[in-house]
């Protein structure tokens, strides 16, 4: 055979293959743990106003850089990421390697900057409960090295893209705690199967996911909080909306979230949807969903006070100080600075409160967030509030 037409042979062939392997990156097929692009180079403007099941939720995504507290992050229900460097003045929208579906990105449900480097960023994201490889699916962790400006799946070791929360190890610099929740696929291929919650741990700064060891009963539960208890230590709360008494309850880790044991049995089943825990990891604050009592123990949780209030939403304790401690109701916001002896209402809003932080830099600065994207700050520990912007109604989400 001619020299000339067994290069052109050889050129097609490598051709082909070449072309194989570009179509079989672009699904995803070559990828187990499903973390090609997808569309997410493809930006779309998201849906321009609440809809069918949708809410303008911020869920729990409020989160402060650690070292500047005029940087802010805010995740949305189906607009994808948004930042502000301003103290909430002006904002930014990043959506770069985020994917999305014809309607809108995935729910961004937590948020969390390194205590260690403030431009890796990670973001747990729910959509229907389900696999990460499922063609349609969206959600689960995107990774961001770049402080938000870009985005990159990060699903290894994941088998549910249901990802509720996720934290940085404050004793170190590569560890991270996800959670992820039980639920029944809305898939219609997969319709009501079942798929299990999980703890997971990365020692790599979020690229691959082990799971955790945790007391029986983890599969059936979701994690939507997820608290730091000093260097190693993590607290989260397993339940089972469906069956309380299925609820794991209030876990501790003390080894970067390797492995879990539970604590509290007196709250075990109850609907905890909100706590928070000081920085020395001996008070711990908590919300009854709709009983209107909040529970504070100052004994690492062996012991609890109930103290009926109107608290039913986000409550944060200030990481200088455990005495100052911020809960809101539906639409309220009060304010203690003697723990809980006593409070006073500091806000009222006209939509629902999601999510309420502290500056970890500087914590005489709060911000709050509302559903339908209201955001507000507060420069003295939360005794006075300032409307900054919504955000919706600014433009930014349209």
Known sequence: ??????????????????????????????????????????????????????????????????????????????????????????WRRLRRGLRHSIDGY?????????????????????????????????????????????????????????????RFDPGDSAGIVLGIGAGKATFSAL????????????????????????????????????RPAGPGGFVTFGLCFEDTSQNLGFLRSEDGGRTWSAFAPSLRTKRITAFDVSADGRTLIAVERDAFKIRKSD?????????????????????????????????????????LQSWDAVLVEEDRIDDVEFAPSKPNILYLATQGYGFYKSSDSGATWSHVINLRAAGILN
């Open 191 to 226: 319709l009501g199967q079942p798929f299990d919650g999980a703890l997971l741990f990365s020692n790599d700064g979020g690229l691959i996911w082990n799971p955790a060891a945790a007391p029986a009963g983890m599969e059936r539960n979701v994690f939507w909080v997820l």
């Open 106 to 166: 995935a729910e961004v449900w937590d948020i969390a900057v390194s205590p260690f480097d403030s431009g890796l960023v990670l973001a747990a994201t729910a959509g229907s409960p389900g696999p990460v490889g499922y063609p349609d699916s969206d959600a689960g962790v995107y990774r961001s090295a770049d402080g938000g400006s870009t985005w990159a799946r990060s699903n290894c070791g994941l088998t549910n893209s249901y990802a509720l929360c996720v």
């Open 299 to 339: 004994d690492g949780g062996s012991s609890w006070l109930t103290l009926a209030s109107q608290a039913n939403g986000p409550v944060k304790i200030s990481p200088s100080d455990k005495n100052i401690i911020l809960f809101c109701g539906h639409v309220n916001a009060y304010r203690s600075i003697n723990g």
């Open 1 to 90: 055979m001619p020299f000339l037409l067994v290069l052109i042979l050889q050129l097609l062939i490598l051709t082909s293959a070449c072309s194989h392997k570009m179509d079989k990156e672009a699904v995803g097929a070559d990828d187990p743990c499903a973390n090609a692009v997808g569309n997410g180079n493809e930006i779309i403007a998201g849906p321009p106003g609440p809809s069918g099941g949708d809410d303008d939720q911020v869920f729990r995504s409020l989160e402060v850089d650690p070292y500047n507290p005029d940087v802010v992050y805010l995740g949305t229900e189906r607009n994808g990421i948004v930042k502000t460097s301003d103290g909430g003045i002006t």
